[in-house]
């Protein structure tokens, strides 16, 4: 259909259809060949190089193990040499999934002291992105999954789970749940956001409790960040609703797997935004039994990414530490505890590439090293995550164009 | 001539969903595309909302805007859909329906790398939707993060319509 092939003499009303035809190719052409471009996945199959969004854990015995999502699947492979082969793959899914793919959802895995796997992820289930979470465990060491599983029996939209063993070998789940919301309109009432529910699992995965509420009226948008105490309590950061629509940040340890604690409050950023930020936190635990958090807001107080700690086990909170250039979009900050200390990674991006920055604290996070950049993209990515083995803390970096990487973090002298 | 003939039947023959796939659909929003919007629209109050279709306040907010859009003939009325992931013209064409907004000016961002789009738009824009820019002839820009009250866009529209006088 090139332009050459109607330049030729035609009586007029042909001439007009091909001026009409001329005007209309350009979108059509552009329609069709834009979808590769406006993708963020490299490719459309189900392999690793494909994936937009990869989570990495590793295994007890140092084993590297990877979930993604690429081509409307979710697959497993592991790796025992830092990244540099990968086993083949394993698909978990079987039918091609509606997956969700919002900027803060991603495919979970959380391995126990046994080598067993546990997988969560989300589905949008129908066309108004009510979403799904499914979960799978495998108990071969990761050779095959069970058929993913709903964790509830609950119809209403769900979205932004977390998974992770404790020491028990329990696995303990949170998720936002709009289970709430009908009830509430039946009385009258307005519904804001979604509850954040919990459960556990004590067959690794395969079978889950019945969901309870730990905390109502939470941002419906936003990803969890887990961690366990010194003593295995889960302990939940998200995005709360306070009083007033104020978006801001908030905490909850519990005291037992189907306990949650008191809800406090990481900062006062006075998010008073009815808005869809798409940008969660990130929390660790130091060896010392420091919580730190990592956060987004674009609240009155402040706006950009943020770094707080608590020494109290989460009642109280430092002043925030901005993070990052303000100038160049800074996101998706995150955060670890490893063997060499602490570590905090995120994105810039200045009009061409991203670039992820670290900074790393030797003194339980009292004082941070300056910020030095360590790995750049020129097209999209996906968040910066941090994984850690025995000996140390990497970076784990799905790039659209670079593929996947895995970068030891250096500890500094 | 016959293959010039045939040319011809296979313009006919594709002619009515070219147009088909023309009309309506939301334009792709691609980088450069903000500069020519505001060259576009340039002397003329121009309302900008960034929404996207997954996100729970932008549904109660578009159906405002579609009114909004009714009641101010005299205001360009410009929405993007600028969720991370563009592949989803038909929900976004059927919200956009839905709420009355249908024959307004439509986008939907088409690359991947959605950072850079934003970037050109506003660099400190992290991705926060709904998202209002009011345009005024002077080229002035208020951003309102969050969902809009529309008694402040019917403020701001009464101003517009004050400087022609």
Known sequence: ?413 | MKRHLLAVLILLATLPSALAAGEGAPRPFERGSWQKLLHAHAGHPTLVHFWGVTCGPCKVELPQLGQFMKDHPGIDVVTISADLVPNLPDATRSMLDRAGLGSAENWIFDDGFAERLRFEIDPAWQGDIPRTMLIARDGTITTIEGSAEIADLNKWSDAQAATIR
């Open chain 1, 1 to 413: 259909m090139s332009s050459a092939s109607m330049s030729y003499r035609k009586p007029a009303a042909l001439m007009v259809l091909a001026t009409v035809m001329l005007a209309a190719v350009p979108n059509l052409a552009v329609a069709q060949m834009s979808h590769q471009h406006a993708s963020e996945a490299a490719c459309e199959e189900t392999v690793l190089r494909c994936a937009t969004k990869v989570t990495p854990a590793f295994g007890p015995d140092g084993t590297l193990w990877l979930t993604w999502m690429a081509g409307g699947q979710i697959s497993v492979a592991s790796s025992k040499d830092q990244g540099k082969s990968f086993s083949a793959p394993v698909q978990v899914t079987r039918d091609r999934l509606n997956l969700d793919w919002g900027p803060d959802a991603r495919p979970k895995l959380a391995i126990d002291a046994k080598g067993e796997i546990a997988i969560a992820f989300s589905t949008f289930r129908d066309q108004a992105f009510n979403g799904q979470v499914l979960t799978t465990r495998s108990t071969d060491g990761g050779r095959s999954f069970d058929p993913p599983k709903p964790i509830t029996v609950n119809n209403e939209s769900q979205r932004f789970e977390v998974i992770g063993f404790d020491p028990a070998g329990t696995v303990f789940a949170a998720w936002l749940d709009k289970r709430n919301r009908v009830p509430a309109q039946q009385r009258g009432e307005k519904y804001d956001g979604a509850g954040l529910f919990f459960a556990s699992s004590k067959d690794g995965g395969a079978t889950y409790s019945d969901a309870q509420l730990a905390a109502d009226n939470t941002c419906e948008c936003c990803r969890l960040a887990l961690a366990f105490d010194g003593a295995g309590h889960p302990v939940v950061v998200f995005r709360n609703i306070f009083e007033g629509g104020v978006r801001d940040h908030a905490i909850v340890t519990f005291s037992g797997l189907a306990t949650p604690g008191d809800l406090h409050r990481v900062s006062r950023d006075d998010g008073q935004i009815a808005a869809c930020p798409h940008h969660g936190p990130s929390l660790t635990i130091s060896p010392e039994g420091t919580y730190h958090v990592t956060w987004y807001t674009n609240g009155k107080a402040r706006k950009g990414l943020f770094y707080a700690r608590s020494r109290d086990g989460g009642k109280t909170f430092s002043d925030p530490l901005a993070v990052g250039q303000p100038n160049r979009s800074p996101s998706r900050p995150q955060i670890a505890a490893g063997p060499q200390g602490l570590v905090m990674v995120w994105k810039e991006f200045d009009g061409q590439k991203t670039s992820i920055n670290l900074m790393t604290s030797h003194d339980d996070g009292a004082t941070w090293s300056k910020p030095s950049v360590i790995a750049d993209t020129a097209d999209s990515s996906d968040h910066p995550l941090l994984v850690s083995d025995r000996r140390q803390t990497y970076l784990s970096w799905m790039t659209k164009a670079d593929g996947y990487h895995l970068q030891a973090i250096e500890g500094e002298p």
